[in-house]
């Protein structure tokens, strides 16, 4: 059994991949800030992805990393007050 690189036929990813790009390009002329712009754009990617197996929603890229805390946590006085 082949395995599937894709949700949808190979004809339909390329569709998809060439109206992300003009999609790309429109929010790039757009008035939208620059975050906003990357925030359509990282959402989109995101769609491509997870047609082509390649994301899965909850996930990161790069997890980030807990900071460890330096200082130990105040302890409760022993006599409870």
């Given amino acids: 059994m082949p395995i599937e690189h894709a949700r949808i036929s190979t004809a339909a990813m ?3 991949r060439a ?3 003009v999609y790309c390009q429109a929010v790039a002329i757009s008035d939208l800030s620059f975050s906003s712009q990357a925030h359509y754009v990282d959402l989109a990617n995101n769609f491509v ?3 082509e197996f390649e994301f899965e929603p909850g996930s990161r ?3 980030y990393v807990r900071k460890k805390v330096d200082k130990a946590l105040p302890q409760q006085s022993e ?3």
């Fill in 61 to 63: 890229k790069a997890p």
């Fill in 14 to 16: 390329s569709e998809v």
């Fill in 49 to 51: 992805r997870w047609l």
């Fill in 79 to 81: 006599t409870g007050a």
């Fill in 19 to 21: 109206a992300f790009k």
